[in-house]
């Protein structure tokens, strides 16, 4: 029996899952992340490869009928030197079928739903909202990357809040435990104001700027603790990332939502606050995903056995 292979490529990590024909997980790997819109393209490829090592560990790679790879910046493999780079790595890693690329929108709403029709949202380092029809995106809104955009994301919300760090240390009121605890995790010590300030910046822009995206799970927690500035910047992502998605939808569509990221799990309070704005403005039922590289992996079976291709166990 053959096997199929799916990868979800993102800004933070990569997940490679195979499977067989019947669906059964077979093997598993994690890699850095593959965004090559986030990371130079020769250190993205080579984590796509690592992933795709890790998954087929102890299997016959040649066995492999069917691979996609669900990517974040999948655009840039317009570019025919990038293309190559992860075309070596997929052959690199033992694979012989072809590499089909999607985006991580569409890994990701195959993931959380077996219709082919609807709404994802994707919130982790990044964010975007695409419509789905028939497994594939016909219209999106936001994934502009973090310079252009990406409202409502890991990288907005820690920006958020090291903005808004710096814009308390500006005042003589006390620093709220966001603040607080976006200065611990700088490392910038407690002297003068004027100086927490200053280092601050100096610390932020010393790292690349998708590395503000480490600072969101601090929101997420003083929020869930109620200081008021990170429960100010949980509501903001919440509502732009529900503004996002419904950009994608008719009025009155009832299909599905699919939910996935590090930012909408079932613990977060940028994910409770998003849900019920959906379920609120939309006839569609929310659902989370939790595994692009299992949608991958399904739409590969697709693509060999057809819509009745048996969803991943």
């Not at 252009?148 to 820690?158: K, R």
């Not at 939910?259 to 039922?285: E, I, K, M, Q, Y």
Request: proline share 6%; hydrophobic share 45%; glycine share 10%.
């Amino acid at each position: 029996m053959g096997f199929v292979v799916g990868l979800d490529a993102g800004g933070t990590s990569t997940r490679a899952v195979v499977l067989d024909l019947d669906g059964t997980r077979l093997g598993a790997g994690v890699a850095g992340g593959a965004n090559p819109n986030s990371h130079p393209p020769t250190r993205a490829a080579a984590q796509i490869r690592a992933a795709l090592r890790a998954a087929l560990d102890g299997l016959d790679a040649r066995k492999v009928q069917s691979g996609v790879l669900g990517m974040a910046g999948a655009s840039k493999l317009t570019d025919p030197a990038v293309a190559e780079l992860f075309t070596e790595a997929w052959t690199g890693a033992g694979l012989r079928c072809p590499m089909r690329v999607v985006t991580d929108s569409e890994a990701a709403f195959a993931a959380g739903s077996a219709s082919p029709d609807g709404t994802v949202v994707v919130a982790g380092t990044g964010s975007v909202a695409a419509k789905i029809v028939d497994h594939k995106v016909t219209r999106t809104s936001g994934g502009y990357g973090w310079l252009l955009g990406d409202e409502g994301s890991a990288f907005w919300m820690g920006r958020s809040a090291v903005r808004d760090t710096l814009c308390q240390l500006e005042t003589a009121n006390p620093l709220s435990a966001l603040a607080e605890a976006v200065l611990g995790m700088s490392l910038v010590e407690a002297t003068d104001r004027r100086k927490m300030w200053s280092r601050l910046i100096t610390v932020v822009n010393s790292t690349p700027p998708i590395a503000l995206a480490k600072y969101a799970p601090l929101v997420s927690a003083m929020a869930a603790d109620r200081d008021p500035h990170a429960q100010e910047i949980v509501e903001a992502a919440a509502a732009l990332l529900a503004d996002t998605a419904m950009a994608t939808r008719t009025p009155g569509e009832s299909t599905p939502i699919v939910l996935v990221g590090s930012l909408v799990g079932p613990s977060s309070p940028v994910g409770d606050r998003l849900r019920a704005l959906l379920r609120a403005r939309s006839n569609g039922t929310v659902r989370l995903a939790t595994e692009g590289a299992a949608g991958a992996a399904w739409l590969a079976a697709i693509d060999l056995l057809g819509p009745t291709a048996p969803r991943p166990a």
